[in-house]
């Protein structure tokens, strides 16, 4: 029964490839979030949508591509990985499109590795 | 029901001031409180707090916890215009982070 969920959770791929992380919320939210955790484990994030709609867009390069088919789904493309792209990839979810005030849920996150 | 509240909620202050704002939380299988800052859209990072006591600094802001009394404080000295926006505290849990509603600074020249 698990609120945030993101597929896969370890992938290890080679430099120059393609790869996709899946991520689906069954709560009913309408804001969908991709953080990066960076090596102090810190998250930064990403990108946000809100009905399907882009409403934040860090400086992300353009490789990465968020693509949210529905307001339950938010997935994340990745094109011509790098080495520094290692990281783990948390899909996230709210209720509303604004951290204020709000609460916002986790999956359990996409450990990425490349080599 | 996990909550974090933020006060005050807004401020006015004159450059040159030094601000405290505080915020107090139940949340349950705490793991960390976050000092966040909203100018635009996303929030930027500022300090992460784990254990009591310990200040972190960074400049003119520094921040501490208070895991017995369920609160931290930022204080941001010396303030400049700048600084003004909107600062969020959020509490970590078990797979989520609670935020609270924020405090809008603002600082006048």
């Known amino acids: 029964d698990t609120a945030v969920s993101q597929t896969p959770k370890y992938l290890v791929t080679q430099m120059g490839n393609d790869k996709s992380i899946k991520c689906e919320q069954n709560?009913?939210?309408?804001?969908m979030y991709w953080y990066k955790q960076d090596s102090k484990k810190f998250l930064k994030i990403m990108f946000s949508?809100?009905?399907?709609?882009?409403?934040i867009n860090e400086t992300v390069p353009n490789r990465f591509s968020p693509k949210s088919p529905d307001k339950a789904h938010l997935n994340l493309h990745i094109n011509s990985l790098e080495l520094g792209d290692s990281a783990v990839y948390f899909c996230a979810s709210s209720l509303e499109g604004r951290v204020s005030g709000n609460t916002i849920y986790f999956g359990e996150g996409s450990w990425l590795t490349v080599v | 029901e996990d909550k974090v509240v933020q006060s005050p909620l807004s401020l006015v202050v004159h450059e040159g001031d030094t601000v405290t704002l505080n915020c107090s939380y139940e949340?349950?299988?705490?793991?960390?409180l976050l000092w966040y800052k909203q100018e635009k859209k996303a929030p930027t990072f500022l300090f992460m707090l784990?254990?009591?006591?310990i200040e972190k600094k960074s400049g003119r802001l520094s921040s501490i916890l208070d895991k017995k009394e369920l609160f931290s404080i930022l204080n941001i000295t010396a303030t400049q215009t700048g600084d003004s926006a909107v600062y969020l505290c959020?509490?970590?849990?078990?797979?989520?982070?609670?935020f609270g509603k924020g405090t809008k600074l603002t600082v006048n020249p």
């Open positions: 959020a509490v970590g849990g078990s797979k989520k982070l609670v």
């Open positions: 784990t254990s009591s006591g």
């Open positions: 949340v349950t299988n705490f793991r960390s």
């Open positions: 949508y809100n009905n399907k709609e882009l409403i």
């Open positions: 709560l009913g939210h309408d804001t």
